[in-house]
């Protein structure tokens, strides 16, 4: 299925257009605008000027969702907070949890650090560095399930297929 290229805001109509069809897209966004919100694993969106390499990284994820190469993988979390993902499991903390169901909300796309504090401390984040802490922690409790919490510089954290490491915890 072939991404789509979508300028933002001048093609709003069309964006609105493809998310009716359900054909993946990437939004180009103009420097100093801000970018449309989605919750949409099939849109994703890049600030320009941007290299052509990360352009071409993305539509090949947005390729991946689309064709759903890897939806064998993808994690399950109970209300529990028991996380599943190809025979493994791992408990989860009231915090990691609460920050887990958005990264799973948006798996394989960026998740501001602003919507994740308001996930996690929804009466408000205590401190600068207590979501940084958190997502150390859930990291190293990931890694094992073989996923990855990657930092996505000045846009927020990205949850995806990591390589399996069974040594953490070990």
Do not use: C, F
């Not at 071409?56 to 028991?82: F, K, M, W, Y």
């Amino acid at each position: 299925m072939k991404v789509e290229l979508v300028q933002w805001p001048s093609e709003e109509q069309r964006l609105s257009q493809l998310r009716r069809d359900e054909v993946p897209r990437l939004v180009l966004v103009p420097e100093g605008l801000a970018p449309p919100l989605t919750s949409d694993v099939l849109e994703d969106w890049i600030r320009l000027p941007a290299p052509d390499d990360d352009i071409r990284s993305r539509v090949r994820v947005l390729t991946d969702r689309a064709s759903g190469v890897q939806e064998s993988r993808v994690p399950d979390l109970d209300e529990n907070g028991l996380l599943r993902v190809s025979g493994r499991w791992v408990s989860l903390p009231p915090v990691e949890h609460r920050l887990m169901v958005v990264l799973l909300d948006r798996y394989r796309a960026v998740v501001s650090r602003d919507a994740l504090a308001r996930a996690g401390w929804p009466e408000g984040i205590p401190g600068r560095n207590v979501l940084d802490v958190h997502i150390v922690r859930l990291r190293r409790r990931l890694a094992p399930l073989g996923l990855a919490i990657r930092t996505v510089r000045s846009r927020g954290y990205l949850l995806e297929e990591g390589t399996v490491d069974l040594s953490v915890g070990a």
